[in-house]
């Protein structure tokens, strides 16, 4: 029986992207975003017939934060050591079984249809008629990526408008995977997955083999940091870019673009607390050509011309 380090780090609704910020710098990526307007928006799309226990609303009602699960004390002391001088934040930690959390989320996940040609299903439920849409069965794992996020949804809208066949597409960020896989399912030629967690890594490659997409590869590393790794993503020619990261990490890029996203290719940036848009958008050295919002969150599109 596998016990695990339950470690809850509790914010306000305007310091949680910036605990996300630093999580991912430390390379903390394999978590559970607690936010309250994300909650606000799974009660809106109930339906009738969907009950949920009111105990379990009432404890997420306002809920702000991340949730990781550490398997040795060495990483918790990383996490609260890498926090530490962060305003706003309180973190617990608690001893839990595997058994206990690992599988607890997925009554709370279900399919999505974007736009015409697209559609999200979890990888556990059977399959439905698909009505002539691709599909991508995703089984996000511990890793944050199960498309439901207005982040994901506003990317994936994108997705599903733009790719119309023969693009090579990188994700960085990819987490689960569901950004390029998703592309590969609507056309893309070929696609680059990209993240700083070997376990989101994992998790990426295990959905393409699910969804039997070919001309893909997955890697793992830092490109801000390793310029060799860098060196090795701009050799792939990327004509899409997608990267559904925070603020302050897709500024921490900008000088990278020109590198990363080929002449007359496309990048489609989201993770942006919509009140941060105008600076990320300024950080970028490209024509701006589409913003969309949804629920607090943008997500923006650039042209290298």
């Known amino acids: 029986m596998s016990e695990w380090h339950e470690c809850v780090v509790s914010t306000t609704p305007q310091r949680l992207e910036a605990v996300l910020a630093r999580l991912s710098a430390l390379g ?63 973190i617990t930690v608690a001893t839990v079984r595997e058994e206990d959390w690992s599988d607890c989320w997925k009554q709370f996940y279900t399919p999505v249809n974007i736009g015409r040609r697209l559609r999200i299903q979890p990888a556990w ?96 590393g830092d490109c801000i940091s390793d310029r060799a790794f860098l060196c090795k993503l701009s050799a792939f020619r990327a004509d899409l870019v997608c990267a559904n990261l925070v603020a302050d990490l897709l500024m921490a890029l900008a000088p990278f673009w020109a590198t ?12 942006i607390l919509a009140e941060r848009a105008d600076a990320v958008a300024a950080s970028v050295p490209f024509a701006l050509t589409g913003r969309d919002q949804s629920d607090g969150w943008a997500a923006l599109l650039f042209e290298n011309r």
């Open 125 to 220: 439920q059977p399959p439905e008629d698909a009505e002539g849409r691709a599909v991508f069965y995703n089984d996000p794992g511990m890793s944050f990526g199960t498309g439901t996020h207005a982040s994901t949804l506003l990317c994936l809208r994108r997705l599903e408008e733009g790719v119309r066949g023969g693009e090579r597409v990188l994700d960085l960020g990819c987490g689960s995977g569901i950004l390029f896989i998703s592309a590969l399912l609507l056309g893309a030629e070929a696609a680059l997955g990209v993240d700083i967690d070997p376990l989101s890594c994992e998790t990426a490659e295990r959905n393409a083999v699910l969804n039997g997409v070919s001309g893909h590869r997955v890697e793992c």
């Open 28 to 90: 903390f990526d394999s978590l559970k975003i607690d936010s309250e307007a994300d909650f606000a928006q799974f009660l809106a799309r109930r339906q009738p017939w969907e009950m949920v226990d009111e105990d379990f609303i009432e404890r997420h009602r306002n809920a702000n934060g991340v949730t990781l699960y550490l398997s040795d004390a060495a990483e918790v002391s990383r996490l609260r050591d890498g926090l530490h001088g962060l305003q706003d934040i309180d």
């Open 260 to 271: 990363l996203v080929a002449p007359g290719g496309r990048l489609l940036v989201s993770g």
